[in-house]
């Protein structure tokens, strides 16, 4: 597969005092949020592919550097989640100027259930509502569900020994459902039927493992449903890939180990298969003449993300490139590009 040039990156000045830890844009790609260790999380509209320096806005509150940040579904407003090292979860909320007054952030809901850094939060898929799950240091897990009386609801359980690192929702679709024909009992002029759809999301911890979190209405509680074991260092991130309905699942996963996996499930009563990508076979190479063994990338995997149609996947390594990964027609994930940062 020919590979493909990536254009110019274009530098944004945020005027951050410290490193910066995480970069978000919004659903519609017009705003850009960013959060550092210099405790404050900055918040930029984007135009013409470049942040606005003049509209920014800093929130601050945290105590500690600041993790990482996500934005909700805009059908729940302009909406903001950010996680600290001081145990913290924050969720702001940015209000429109009344008259004479200016519009600004403010902050809606402190969650301070977690007894040590809060690394990863993420908001599940809008169909399920607005909640919001978060990975801590103390080994636990917590879901933060926004209720219709204004209340948030919090369910807090063990996750992984050590440490959780990351957290990141499954598509809200059942696998499959694309192609599987629906009952067909709609009266015309009806709604048809909704499609079913499942509240589920994997986490990543320090005990080398991923597990998979299911939620069970009966019991109003989350349970492990599966463990996926294949790392043999802290798992640092994991991506759950978007899904518009076909069988087949994916799930990435980076470690501390200096490996990524792609973790496939063909149908959902199928198990996982797990594949290592291969930095060493592929045409674009993303070590840039350093020897790594063949499986290995040449420094710790810090993330994976995919893009919005679940085909491409992005990689960050501690080398300071990010390379992008598609799979081919036989099923060899292949490097397709390579951007150094």
């Given amino acids: 597969m020919p590979s493909t ?17 995480d970069a978000q844009l919004d659903y519609y790609g017009k705003r850009l949020a960013t959060c550092s260790s210099d405790r404050t999380v900055k918040v930029f509209d984007v135009v013409g592919g470049e942040a606005q320096r003049s509209t920014g806005h800093t929130l601050k509150g945290h105590t500690g550097p600041v993790w990482q940040v996500a934005w909700a579904h805009p059908k729940f407003g302009q909406i903001l989640a950010s996680c600290s090292y001081d145990g913290k979860v924050f969720i702001w909320k940015e209000q429109q100027g009344q008259g004479a007054s200016p519009g600004g ?56 020994a050590i440490g959780c690192n990351a957290v990141s929702w499954a598509p809200a679709v059942q696998p499959g459902s694309l192609i599987v024909p629906q009952p067909s009992n709609t009266v015309p002029g009806q709604q048809p039927t909704a499609v079913q759809s499942v509240k589920r999301f994997a986490s990543a911890g320090c005990d080398n493992l991923v597990k998979i979190w299911g939620f069970r209405e009966e019991t109003q509680a989350w349970v492990p449903e599966e463990v ?50 291969d930095p060493s076979a592929s045409s674009v190479s993303p070590t840039g003449g350093a020897s790594a063994p063949a499986g290995k990338f040449p420094d710790v995997v810090w993330r994976v993300s995919w893009s919005l149609a679940g085909n491409i996947l992005a990689v960050s390594c501690g080398d300071g490139k990010v390379t992008l990964w598609k799979e081919n027609l036989k099923g060899v994930w292949e490097c397709v590009s390579d951007m150094t940062s």
């Fill in 5 to 21: 040039t990536a254009g110019e990156p274009i530098p944004i000045e945020t005027s951050h005092e410290d490193m910066i830890h």
């Fill in 228 to 277: 996926l074991e294949g790392h043999t260092d802290w798992v640092r991130d994991v991506a759950w890939a978007p899904n518009i309905g076909l069988p087949r699942s994916y799930i990435a996963t980076a470690s501390q180990d200096k490996t990524v996996l792609i973790w496939t499930k063909d149908t959902p009563t199928s198990p996982w298969v797990k594949t290592a990508l």
């Fill in 105 to 160: 952030w403010t902050k809606i809901k402190e969650h301070t259930l977690h007894k040590a850094s809060v690394n990863s939060v993420s908001w599940a898929p809008h169909e399920l509502g607005a909640i919001l799950a978060c990975a801590s240091s103390d080994g636990t897990i917590s879901v933060l569900t926004f209720k219709n009386d204004g209340n948030w609801d919090a369910a807090v359980f063990e996750g992984h």
